[in-house]
């Protein structure tokens, strides 16, 4: 195992470019799970935040979902997994836009943390 920490991810082979998976996690620390909420203790990211914005803050989460997209890809992840990826982008995407609700379900779903636990998983 790799001496890297990922939130939410365990066992991370050796072999792996760390450099690459730091660089996911802290892009989903960003958009899923960054800020605590002190009164609720919940922790949650720049999605949810900007996904208040009607349309145009989904899409920009949804923009900046795709970088962990991407950084997956030059890792050489399979495409199978790039397409699982890219449907929980879309998911949360979809969802998120619903007034409200869709913000509700952008702090449950985190995309870019599940999009990440993928990445490793097909690393092995």
Known sequence: ?????????????EDVDTAALERMDRAASLLDDGLKLPVV???????????????AGDTVAAVLSLYVVAEAARLGVRKRTLARMLVN???????GAIPLV??????????NRRNLRLAVADQR
Do not use: I, K, Q, T
Not at 42 to 55: A, E, N, Y
């Open 1 to 13: 195992m790799s001496d890297v920490e990922l939130r939410g991810v365990e066992d991370v082979p």
């Open 41 to 55: 203790g919940v922790h949650v990211g720049v999605d949810p935040l900007v996904g208040l914005l009607p349309v």
């Open 89 to 95: 982008v879309g998911v949360d995407f979809a969802v």
């Open 102 to 111: 869709g913000d509700l379900f952008d702090v449950a779903w985190r995309a």
